[in-house]
């Protein structure tokens, strides 16, 4: 037998020792060669992303939304001559299906015919809570109830109908998850958050990203997801939205950071930036962040995608560019990829400029406009860039809708109750307020609208809560009066009329819908007319107060006049039926606060504060002395704890912390108990927290059921940011709390 040649040999060599080509690598090269053809303008044109308004002809109108029509020479001028890659939002109000279809479709074949390199558009939107501008979709709760339900596999769950609703619309983008920490109760867009906890963020943003994303970004059930706002958005000084936030160094990094580190972890394809400023940097010009932080310390790869109109508004707000032109120079260096621009081509215009005139060089491009072709092929739309007609029958299937239902019956937090509840099933109930006959105050903002206001864009098929009682309770014994209303207006007479033939009062206090600028208030009181018409109606009757708001609205002045009252947020769809089944006692409640919620105004404190901050005039007026705790939530069995578990022997820091803890369902009722468990760190170099949640989990249990608990968690779980804003763990005594269970451990 003749030995092998030494081509042979080299052959065989480098096909079992060079690295197998990939799918990643292939996409890679792809983009290469499509980079390298392209023009500075078909660059810059990625890098562009339009209001669907402005490739639009006039708003469609609220009882025809399908009426919207693409202006086609907008649309041309913008995907042939200006090469735009994306376009996002919808005109006026929610579509159905097929008319998502049929606009994307008009986009994706001028994109894929008449331009060039025929890349499709990559189309986004907002599914804040579900697919809410898509019009047969199903609609959630918003996140702070679903982190009112502190189930993480709910939220999953919620966010991957979300993915498999919009993308059957044809939409492949979501701007979503908002992963703001809610510490600021006064913010317009507090009901986006899960809440005042960074632990219980992190959680759900976990679940959310999951979610939405699933395995194979390709998949025609699921969607890019972006987490926002990056960085500290959430934490206006003023309470008022896109106004500058003052953050030490250290609780930014230790309170807002660490959920998008998690999303970053699950791989999310895109962050979109801050509005705003925080310490007098705007967040749009701050390299530090969007790249020193962003990409160099978080590994981020995917598209960073600035907020609406943000770039223009270095210059026209914050001022800290001279001119337009200087403001596109500033976002560009300091890290964002996508400019959502979104009406016209200042941002296009410049940055074309800015490279001819040679400052900035168009190789600073190549990155971007890789990252975004790269989500493109990521998501398959150079394989099919058309919706695909057959996934319409996906949107609104019945096991999303009774996912949404859920959602709803999990998320109600039961904040008091003397006894009265659930409600005898006979009986007349009076259901009044303004949030009782409102489809608009259980869905709250991003609702078919931006703003969610318009009761004429709900589906009719939908109930409030009163049609949820009418259908429950049956018509002749649920009366109604709304006895206030949001422009102001009062008519207290004729419900305290009602209220004599009744014998339970159900009043539901709602704030408006709204969110961002409209939404911003400077008084985080119940509007006025509404606490009087609970005021009014406290007669020695049974009176129940339900919560319709998307900020903890403060409602001290009234809550000890109620035998019951309800945190229901904005439950979505279900919210009427999920109270009925509450209030009649169909339903355990099992929801618990994701916040604190205050008692006054000017004492806003989270339940992490610090020892100094609890620090008050005597025992009558403590320094902090909230309505209703973190956590709170009341069920209709009762939960016992007892023997606490925690290791005896001092924890080195690569240790895990292994903790047991006995739950017995001590009431006749099944019910789910969420069990928090808090640790404190008894002293640390810097000033610790009162206590920190470390961990949480649920447990389902019967009458009488006793569980064993197990909670499992490294030691370095128990950090927190040091002096030089680095997570460390001090060695020490740490006090561990588990309900009324509390033990000492050490930690070498
Ligand atoms: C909001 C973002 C949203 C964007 C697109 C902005 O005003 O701040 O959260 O994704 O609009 O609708």
Redesign the pocket.
């Known amino acids: 037998m003749r030995a092998p040649s030494r081509l042979l040999l080299l052959a065989l060599l480098v096909l079992f020792t060079a690295p197998p080509v990939t799918a990643r690598d292939e996409i890679e090269d792809t983009i290469s060669l499509l980079l390298a053809r392209m023009t500075l303008e078909e660059k810059v044109g990625q890098m562009t992303q339009l209001t669907l308004g402005a490739v639009s002809r006039s708003k469609a109108d609220s009882t025809n939304p399908d009426g919207h029509r693409l202006d086609l020479e907008k649309l041309r001028q913008a995907v042939v001559e200006k090469h735009v890659g994306s376009i996002?939002?919808v005109h006026a109000m929610a579509f159905s299906a097929r008319h998502w279809h049929s606009t994307l479709n008009q986009i994706q074949d001028l994109a894929t015919t008449e331009t060039r390199h025929k890349i499709p558009i990559l189309y986004g939107i907002?599914s804040v809570h579900g697919a809410n501008y898509v019009r047969e979709a199903t609609l959630f709760p918003h996140n702070i109830n679903l982190a009112a339900t502190w189930n993480p596999e709910l939220v999953e769950k919620v966010h991957a109908v979300t993915a498999r609703e919009t993308r059957a619309a044809g939409i492949p983008w979501n701007?979503?998850p908002?992963l703001d920490v809610g510490r600021q109760p006064l913010w317009s867009r507090f009901a986006e958050t899960f809440g005042e906890d960074v632990h219980v963020s992190e959680r759900m943003a976990t679940a959310a990203v999951r979610g939405l994303q699933g395995n194979s970004l390709s998949a025609p059930y699921q969607v890019a997801a972006?987490a926002?706002?990056f960085l500290a958005y959430s934490n206006p000084h003023s309470g008022r939205d896109r106004t500058q936030s003052l953050l030490p160094e250290r609780y930014l990094r230790e309170h807002f950071l660490p959920p998008f580190i998690r999303a970053v972890e699950e791989d999310v394809q895109a962050i979109?930036v801050n509005?705003s400023e925080v310490n007098g940097l705007p967040v749009h010009a701050n390299h530090n962040v969007l790249t020193k932080l962003l990409r160099g310390r978080m590994k981020f790869e995917g598209v960073v995608i600035t907020?609406?109109e943000d770039v223009r508004k270095l210059h026209e707000l914050h001022r800290v560019a001279p001119s337009v032109r200087e403001a596109v120079r500033l976002a560009v260096e300091a890290g964002i990829d996508m400019c959502?621009v979104p009406n016209d081509f200042h941002f296009t215009d410049n940055l074309i400029a800015l490279v001819r005139e040679g400052l900035i060089p168009e190789e600073m491009l190549d990155n971007p406009v890789r990252r975004i072709l790269r989500l493109k092929h990521r998501l398959g739309l150079f394989e099919q860039p058309m919706p695909d007609p057959s996934l319409i029958d996906e949107i609104g299937r019945e096991d999303a809708n009774a996912l949404s239902l859920q959602a709803a019956r999990e998320s109600l937090v039961l904040l008091k109750n003397n006894g009265i509840l659930p409600l005898s099933q006979k009986g007349k109930i009076l259901l009044t307020g303004p949030g009782c006959h409102s489809l608009a105050a259980l869905h709250g903002s991003w609702s078919y609208t931006?703003q969610g206001a318009d009761e004429k864009a709900y589906p009719p098929s939908l109930d409030t809560i009163l049609e949820a009682f009418n259908a429950g309770h049956g018509r002749d014994n649920v009366l109604w009066a709304r006895g206030a209303q949001w422009d102001g207006s009062t008519d207290f007479d004729y419900a305290i009329r009602k209220a004599q033939n009744a014998d339970a009062i159900v009043c539901v206090l709602a704030e408006e819908p709204s969110t961002?600028t409209p939404g911003n208030i400077s008084d985080l009181a119940m509007p006025q007319n509404q606490l009087r018409l609970v005021r009014s109606l406290a007669t020695g009757k049974p009176l129940i107060l339900v919560l319709l708001e998307s900020r903890p609205r403060l409602i001290t002045e009234v809550a000890g006049l109620c035998h019951a009252i309800i945190y229901a947020g904005q439950p979505g769809p279900h919210g009427g039926a999920a109270l009925y089944e509450l209030l009649t006692g169909r339903l355990n409640p099992s929801g618990r606060l994701p916040f604190t919620y205050p008692r006054s105004p000017h004492n806003l404190l989270p339940y992490d504060h610090k020892y100094s901050d609890t620090i008050g005039r005597d025992a009558e007026a403590p320094g902090f002395h909230p309505l209703y705790a973190f956590g709170h939530g009341l069920s209709f069995t009762s939960f016992e704890y007892d023997n606490l578990k925690v290791p005896a022997a001092p924890l080195a820091q690569t240790d895990r912390l292994a903790i047991s803890v006995e739950v017995t369902n001590t009431g006749q009722r099944r019910g789910i108990e969420t069990i928090h468990l808090y640790v404190r760190d008894l002293y640390a170099s810097v000033t610790p927290p009162v206590k920190r949640l470390r961990a949480f989990t649920r447990a389902e249990l019967g009458p009488g059921e006793r569980r064993t608990i197990k909670i499992e968690l490294p030691i370095s779980d128990l950090a927190f940011f040091g002096p030089e804003n680095y997570p460390i763990v001090e060695p020490g005594e740490f006090e561990v709390m588990i309900g009324n269970q509390t033990a000492k451990i050490a930690v070498e």
Request: a negative charge.
């Open positions: 996002l939002n907002d701007f979503g908002c972006t926002k706002h979109m509005s907020d609406w959502m931006w961002e």
